[in-house]
Every structure is written in C-alpha cells, then in structure tokens.
C-alpha cells in the first residue's frame, strides 16, 4: 500500500517537475511546480515527517510560490515564443547528457546494503514532539546561528530597501 | 451469511464511521451552511440596515423569511449561462474554482466536532483525521486555497481580474505570516498543536481559549477575515474598484463555487475559532463525564453516549453559528480598508504585536510554572 | 429607526481612543447590533403572529401592504364629478394653459341654460408630468390630483389619452383632497 502511494506520488512528482521545464507559459510552469512541491510533501508524510511535509506545503507551496507567481502577474508575463536556436539546442543536448552523466554516477557510487542497514525511523521521529526535541536539544547551537542569520538577512533586506527612500 | 467470513470485517465499523463523518461534514459545509449563508448575508445586511430583504420567494403562499432563497439561487445559478472569456486560459479558468473550493472542504478534515463516544462497543471520534500537525495542516491547505484566486485571476485575461490577483497574493503572503504567529500563543499555552488536544483541556470554561489569550484571539480574528478575503480586507473582490476582483469573468455554477469556497471558508474560521477560543463541544461548568453519568443513569450507556453525541454537536454547531453571525457583523459594519492600510495593518501592527504577544505568553507560562 | 438627527462632534484629528482603532470598531458594530437585534425579534415575531404592523422595520411589502398616501400626494389628475353627476367644469381653458407639457386639451359647449361645459376633455396621460398646476389654476375646483398611483401605465400610449369619461371621479372620493386644496389656499392668505 505505501508502495504503492510512493509510485503514484513519485509519478506525479516527476511528471509535474517535467512539466514545468516544457510547458512555455511562465504561470503554468509556476503552477507545476507547486504541485511539484506537494507531491513532495506527500513523499515526506510516507516518510513520517509530518511536520516537514506540512512546513513544505506552508512555506514553498504557500508562501514563496505566491510571492513567485506575484512576480509574474505583476510582470504581467505572457505566453512567449522563443526562437530555436542553434545555441539553445546545443544547450539543452549538453546540459541531458551532464545529468545523466551525474545520475549514473550518483546511482553507481550509493551501496544499497547500506541504505538498508539504516532501517526505517520510529514513527515518533518526525512529528512534532520529535522534531521539536531534536531541534532544540541536540541542535540548538547550529539552531541559533540559523536563526541569527535570517536576523541579519532580514535587516540587511530592511536597510537595502530602505536606503532608497 | 456470516459477516465474519467478508475479508476485513473488522475494519467495518472504522470505514463506517469514518465515511458518515465525511458526509456528514460535506453535508454540513456544502448542503447547508454554503446555500444558508447566501441567504443569512442577505437577510442579516437588511435587517441591520433597516431593511426587509430577501422575501419574495413563496411556496404555497409561505414565505418563512425568505428562506427558500437559498434554492432558488442554487436554481439560478446552476441554470445561468456558462460563460469563458474570449482569450482565456481555458483549462486554468476550469481549474480555478476547484482549487479554491477544495482546500477550503479539506481544511475541515482537522477540525474536532465533538469529543469521544462509546457507542454499542464501538469507540468514535468526532474528527475526520486527528492529525499530529493539527492547526498547520490547515495554515497549508489555506495557502494552497489562494491559488484559486491567482488561477481564476490570471486565466480570465481581464484587468480587473488580474489587479484582484496580485492584491490577493500579496494580501495573502502578508497575512499568512501574522497569523501562524498569532496562532503560537494559544498552542504555547495548550502545549499541542492537535485540535482534539486543545479541545479537550477547555473542558473546563476559565481554560477557554479567549481568556487565556484575548490579544491572540483578536489578532487572530482580524488575520483570519483577510485570509477569507471579506470585507474589512476585501480589496481583492472590491466592488467599487475591481467589478468583482478575481471572479470577474465567472458565471453559473462556477461562479456559484467562488462563492462556496468563501463561505466555506467562513464556517472553517468558525470551527477553528470556536476549537481554539471558545471551548468547542463543551457547555461551560459541565464536564463530558458530569453530563455522561447524568444521561447514563437515565438511559442507559449506549443511548447515553449518543445522546451526549447528539448535544455536543448542537453545542458546536451553535457556537460556530454564532461566530458566523458575529463575522457576517463585522463583514457589513466596516468600511474597506485601503490597500496601503492594509499592508501596514498586517506588517507594522499584526505582526508585532503577535511577536509580543508570544514574548509575554512566554514569560506567564515560566512564572507560573 | 428613532426619529430626530444627532450631532456628531469631531475634532479636526483622531483622539487617542479613536486612533487605537479597535475601541472604534466596537462601537460600529454595536450601532449595527441595536439595528440588528430589535429588527431580528421584532421580523419574527410579526411573521409569526401575522402583524406586520409589530414590524420595527418601516420598510413596506409593497403589493401586499399600500403605504399611506398623504394628502399633499399627487396622483392621476381626475374631473370632480358633482352630486348632479355632471363635471364641475366651466370650460375656461385655464388648466390648459397652465399645463406645462400641454397635455390638457378642451372643446367647451353651452348648455340650454346658459352654463357652459367641456363637450369634450381630454388628458393625455402619457405627457402628464404631474405638477398640479392645473389643480392650482382651476377656479372651480374641477380638476384635482387624485391619490392613485397605480395602473397608471399601458404598453400602448394611445390607450393613455383619457377622456372625460376616463376621467371623471365621484366627489365624496376625492373629500381629503379637495379639503387639502382648500387649506392651503387659505394658509397662503394667511401670509
């Protein structure tokens, strides 16, 4: 049954991310991408990370989709017919076989015994109360430097705006 | 035949209940609060206007306030003429009012109704899914409800509709922050991010939500009417500026979901406020087992139980009717806000101060402890 | 609701109660709530028991319910039809020049004894603006403004010419107004 959830999701995941390179309208490749991000979110609840799952929906899904697809009504970006190039062709060609060069690569250098040798967590490891405890007990220090980190990009971003006036 | 010899037998009673409870909610959310709430806005605005509204349509000569309003919009607007705009996006402009009814039905899915209940040996709980993220499952599935409105926006190729969009993307970025910090006071203080947890602890009435955190609930309040983009926030939709904002170009029946998905949305902000602020299924000074023990002695265990079931549901649904009366009160007392008022509301004022609400909730909850 | 006007006093800039906002909305919504609540019970309870009158709301079911037509209304001009049960009319013509939209229009006649009479009086419905001042320039208090209002209207405009016929209207209906006619013509001598 999880299986086969995985499949399904993992179907659509990879789908909904093909999509949004191919499809040309910028609002509907942004649109794939969303659902790109829930199924994303789908794959982290097979996991038992709940809480990640929703915070993917909260934050990329939700939030930063928004400001993305914000961008673009405001740019007001329509349909666009790019003219094929030799270069974008010659791009495209280089840029398959470099991934594929780096997915055989990923594939061939990760050991399978020792994926499983990791076992599957305890269902306790990704709710809240687990998220929560490993957060602020065993990784609180890298914790607080995140935290004054986004503190000082939040100001940075404040004063960058803030000097134009 | 043997009812033991059909394969999963023992996961009937399960599927049962959990397929009543979905009907029951869909019912509740589609059937009757989504037509009722066109007629209640319509008659509410009249009535606090000094007005008569909404009473022409008549059965056999009986009118009973007008209600059967609420059919014969339904009729209307399933009869209407499906209209799609020359240059628009046809799928998306499909697509658009699903995404925003949806999210707005899942959201429930969280949502506790009712407490727990003994019945014939069968265990019940009132929720569809007592999921461990709770009240961030529903600040999700509100984010992707957005979407609806950016989708119906951008695929209608109308200027208006698109100026609804971008107000309604940025309205939402805005408010979607302020009101997952609004909301962290409450579940400091419950020590649970599970709604059927927060529930249960406000059994006792001075646990209520709205006395241990009033700021938090006003907060709250005002983020939760500019998610639902209604007026005072509705700049989105704004009649005087934007025809009809993002729906501008819809009719019929899809036009007739716009409108569920915000009414939906209203009774959802209900439910959560009563969960959160104002006890949810209990009756203030009576206890689940005061009133189990009480009925028991009467009726026996089973028809106690479904009993209680039945008063705990009326409970809820009449607090949550009554918040909506109360939203439906805010919606026609206020005037609109301007879009730079809003900004500033949600960023300089919200924001704040629910970031200082969090900071003295924190220190109470050290001192007392 | 309440009769009367308020003053409201405002200063040129926002108190600091009026600039917390929030004190604010709750007074708006409680003005909204005293409409609100009275108006819910007393709807209620006037459809309930069949009273419209218990109403609070002054609003009017229309067809069903006719508001009061005050004195002063002007309606359908009509010819006061005397006891002897012809028109009061001498046929001046002073309503018809009077007429702004010039819609009176008078054939008079004499009868056997000397009085004259319109033989005919036509009114053209569809040009009548409904001023009065036919009613206030007649000297014999012949025409008056009648208080219907309804079916004054026809898909046909040939079928709103009304004639003498059409017109006329027995004087015991029209009492109220012609004693209206007659106080405020003495009212102006008053002056």
């Not at chain 2, 394969?7 to 909610?25: A, C, D």
């Not at chain 2, 119906?152 to 939402?172: C, D, E, F, P």
């Not at chain 2, 949600?346 to 629910?354: H, R, T, V």
């Not at chain 3, 708006?28 to 459809?47: C, D, E, K, Q």
Request: net charge neutral; aromatic share 12%; with cysteine.
């Amino acid at each position: 049954m999880q299986l086969l959830m995985f499949y399904l999701i993992g179907f659509f995941a990879v789908l909904s991310a093909v999509s949004m390179i191919v499809v040309r309208k910028p609002l509907n490749s942004a649109l794939f991408l969303i659902l790109n991000m829930i199924c994303l979110a789908g794959l982290f609840a097979l996991l038992n990370a709940h809480l990640i799952a929703v915070l993917q929906i909260i934050v990329y899904a939700g939030a930063i989709m928004v400001l993305v697809l914000f961008v673009i009504m405001v740019l007001n970006l329509r349909e666009k017919d790019g003219d094929i190039t030799v270069r974008k062709v010659a791009a495209q060609f280089v840029g398959i076989i470099v991934v594929s060069v780096v997915m055989v690569m990923v594939g061939a250098s990760v050991d399978p015994s020792a994926i499983s040798a990791l076992g599957s967590a305890s269902p306790e490891f990704g709710t809240v109360v687990g998220v929560g405890k490993t957060l602020f007990t065993d990784y609180i220090l890298p914790f607080e430097i995140v935290s004054v980190l986004l503190l000082a990009a939040i100001i940075g971003a404040v004063i960058l705006s803030k000097s134009k006036v | 035949m043997d009812i033991t010899l059909i394969p999963g037998y023992q996961y009937m009673p399960e599927l049962v209940e959990m397929m009543l409870k979905i009907v029951f909610i869909f019912t509740m959310n589609v059937g009757v609060f989504a037509p009722l709430l066109g007629y209640v806005e319509r008659k509410q605005s009249a009535l606090m206007q000094d007005r008569i509204g909404a009473n022409r349509a008549a059965i056999l000569g009986f009118t009973i306030f007008g209600l059967w309003h609420t059919m014969t919009d339904a009729i209307k607007l399933i009869a209407k003429e499906d209209f799609i705009p020359e240059g628009a996006d046809k799928p998306l402009h499909f697509l658009a009012p699903f995404v925003a009814v949806v999210p707005a039905l899942i959201a429930f899915a969280v949502i506790p109704f009712g407490g727990t209940y003994y019945l014939w040996g069968h265990e019940a709980h009132l929720i569809i899914a007592d999921l461990d993220v709770g009240i961030l499952f529903i600040f999700a599935v509100a984010g992707i409800g957005t979407y609806g409105a950016v989708i119906a926006a951008w695929a209608s190729n109308n200027n208006w509709s698109l100026l609804g969009g971008v107000r309604t993307a940025a309205q939402m970025v805005s408010y979607e922050v302020a009101m997952g910090l609004t909301i962290v006071g409450v579940l400091m203080v419950y020590e649970s991010l599970k709604l059927t947890e927060i529930a249960l602890i406000q059994e006792d009435f001075f646990m209520w939500g709205i006395f241990l955190q009033p700021v938090g609930f006003l907060l709250f309040l005002a983020c939760a009417l500019a998610e639902n983009k209604r007026v005072p926030f509705d700049i989105p939709e704004a009649e005087s500026e934007l025809i009809a904002g993002y729906f501008t170009e819809y009719s019929g029946l899809k036009f007739a979901m716009f409108w569920m998905a915000e009414f939906v949305e209203i009774v959802t902000i209900s439910a959560i406020l009563t969960v959160l602020f104002f006890g949810a299924w209990h009756i203030p000074f009576v206890t689940h087992d005061g009133l189990l023990s009480l009925l028991t002695s009467v009726v026996g265990a089973d028809i106690g139980n479904l009993l209680l079931m039945f008063i705990h549901l009326a409970v809820f649904w009449g607090k949550v009717c009554f918040l909506i009366v109360f939203l439906m009160l805010i919606r026609w007392s206020l005037p609109r806000f301007r879009y730079d008022q809003i900004m500033k509301l949600g960023w300089k004022i919200i924001l704040p101060l629910a970031l200082v609400n969090i900071l003295a909730t924190g220190v109470i909850l050290l001192v007392v402890k | 609701m309440a009769g009367g006007y308020y003053k409201i006093k405002r200063g040129e800039s926002l108190t600091f109660w009026e600039r917390l906002y929030l004190p604010e909305i709750f007074r708006g919504l409680s003005v909204t709530t005293r409409h609100f609540i009275p108006n819910w019970i007393s709807t209620i309870i006037a459809y309930i028991t069949r009273t419209p009158e218990k109403r609070k709301i002054m609003t009017i079911y229309y067809p069903e319910e006719l508001p009061e037509i005050p004195d002063s209304y002007r309606g359908k001009p009509v010819l006061v039809r005397a006891g002897n049960g012809a028109t009061k009319c001498v046929a001046c013509g002073l309503c018809e020049v009077a007429c702004p939209p010039k819609c009176i229009s008078i054939v008079g006649g004499n009868r056997s004894d000397g009085t004259r009479y319109p033989e005919t009086y036509t009114l053209d419905g569809s040009r009548c603006i409904f001023c009065g001042l036919c009613e206030e320039a007649c000297p014999v208090e012949a025409i008056v403004m009648s208080h219907r209002y309804q079916d004054l209207c026809e898909h046909d405009r040939s079928k709103m010419i009304y004639s003498k016929e059409d017109l006329l209207v027995p004087e015991k209906d029209l009492q109220s107004r012609l004693d209206f006619i007659r106080r405020r013509a003495y009212g102006k001598c008053n002056y």
